[in-house]
């Protein structure tokens, strides 16, 4: 006779998710710090226009994943 697999309880569940909310909101801040140590090396050199420029040259304006979004 086969053993069935326990399945997970309500409580097993709850811890699971509520580790995982601990983790996403870890990488939420970890990428909120990176965002901002950008910010302020970009204010440090002082060449704010020269960056966005080098940005735009290397990706572009157009969005097209929005505007494929906006197709369907």
Same mark, same amino acid.
């Given at each position: 006779?086969?053993?069935?697999?326990?399945?997970?309880?309500?409580? &097993?569940?709850?811890?699971?998710?509520? /580790?995982?909310?601990?983790?996403?909101?870890?990488?939420?801040?970890?990428?909120?710090? /990176?965002?901002?140590?950008?910010?302020?090396?970009?204010?440090?050199? /002082? &060449?704010?226009?020269?960056?966005?420029?080098?940005?735009?040259?290397?990706?572009?304006?157009?969005?097209?994943?929005?505007?494929?979004?906006?197709?369907?």
């Amino acid at each position: 006779m086969k053993n069935k697999k326990k399945k997970p309880t309500l409580k &097993d569940i709850i811890t699971i998710m509520s /580790g995982m909310q601990l983790q996403i909101e870890q990488i939420k801040a970890h990428v909120f710090n /990176g965002d901002r140590a950008l910010d302020e090396y970009v204010k440090m050199k /002082g &060449d704010k226009e020269k960056f966005v420029t080098w940005l735009e040259e290397h990706y572009g304006k157009d969005d097209k994943d929005n505007k494929e979004a906006e197709k369907k």
